[in-house]
């Protein structure tokens, strides 16, 4: 939800160091997340989210992540400007105008968004792995590497048994999205 009113600022608002703004976002992307895992350690410590879902949560939702935003202007780029400025004409606001205009022509963008958020979130194995240690709190992917025992036999038959079920709801998610989510990713790359 925040990376869609971010990218909507970046794509049709017209400010000063704008750009400037958007390539300090963008370059985002190029930290790697184990540069900053300790101090995002640290800060969850001091404010007491650790073993809870908090951090799992709250960072992934105030944000976005730079991908998310960069996809959505994209793909706010090929909304016409022409709906905004007669909109405009017509004496909406701003919010009105996103939240009636751009919000629902841009239904494919979001599920592309909404699709890459869920996934990243239900496969993450290393942010849970860090900051919950309760077992009542353990996530999916941790507990489908606790299959794995280095000092006996491995019992291969019920981690694929698990795997295959902890599967079953990015499929069914992807093949609900479907439509949406490949109109979302031709469309966010076709204007420049």
């Known amino acids: 939800m925040t990376s869609s009113i971010t990218a909507y600022g970046f794509s049709m608002l017209r400010a000063r160091g704008r750009d400037a703004l958007f390539l300090m976002v963008i370059t985002g992307l190029m930290i790697p997340s184990v540069v900053t895992m300790v101090p995002t ?17 709250v960072p ?18 090929t909304i016409p400007r022409e709906l905004r400025e007669a909109a405009l004409v017509d004496g909406a606001s701003e919010f009105r105008i996103y939240r009636q205009i751009i919000v ?22 290393f942010g849970p792995l860090i900051y919950l240690n309760s077992q009542s709190l353990q996530t999916l992917p941790i507990a489908l590497a606790s299959f794995v025992n280095t000092q006996s036999v491995t019992q ?37």
């Open 156 to 192: 291969w038959q019920w981690m694929m048994a698990a795997t295959v079920l902890a599967m079953l709801p990015c499929v069914v998610v992807f093949l609900v999205a479907q439509k949406y989510f490949i109109r979302g990713i031709v469309l966010s790359g076709l204007k420049g």
């Open 60 to 77: 992934s939702w105030f944000g976005g992540g730079a991908f998310s935003i960069f996809l959505l202007r994209q793909f706010y780029r």
């Open 104 to 125: 629902p022509l841009a239904l494919p963008g979001h599920a592309a968004v909404a699709i890459f958020a869920f996934l990243w979130s239900w496969n993450d194995l």
């Open 41 to 57: 350690y640290v800060i969850f410590r001091q404010i007491g989210w650790l073993n809870t879902w908090l951090p799992l949560t």
